[in-house]
């Protein structure tokens, strides 16, 4: 899934979810730059790595710096989503 294609299924997401306020591919896709950070300019997460902070997304999982490294740990509730021992 690309970038384009998750902002999509995030605007079905929130549209599915009743809100008054509708997401636009554009708006969607400009968080992610914001988030993750594009080739030009590093996101929100990389910056708080540079800084050697970790940075927790509740239970989808948590980001840190190993070693220089970005690694990534999924969270208990992804973790069992993906495991389907979820209701």
């Given at each position: 899934?690309d970038?384009?294609?998750l902002?999509?299924?995030?605007?079905?997401?929130a549209?599915?979810?009743?809100?008054?306020?509708?997401?636009?591919?554009?708006?969607?896709?400009?968080?992610?730059?914001?988030?993750?950070?594009?080739?030009?300019?590093?996101?929100?997460?990389?910056?708080?790595?540079?800084?050697?902070?970790?940075?927790?997304?509740?239970?989808?999982?948590?980001?840190?710096?190993?070693?220089g490294?970005?690694t990534?740990?999924?969270?208990?509730?992804?973790?069992?989503?993906?495991?389907?021992?979820?209701?």
């Amino acid at each position: 899934m690309d970038k384009k294609q998750l902002a999509e299924e995030t605007i079905n997401t929130a549209a599915n979810g009743g809100n008054d306020a509708p997401l636009t591919s554009t708006d969607v896709e400009r968080v992610f730059d914001l988030l993750f950070g594009t080739v030009e300019h590093p996101g929100s997460i990389a910056e708080a790595l540079n800084r050697r902070e970790n940075v927790s997304l509740g239970s989808f999982g948590s980001f840190r710096t190993d070693g220089g490294t970005a690694t990534f740990r999924p969270g208990t509730a992804l973790t069992e989503f993906l495991q389907n021992k979820t209701g």
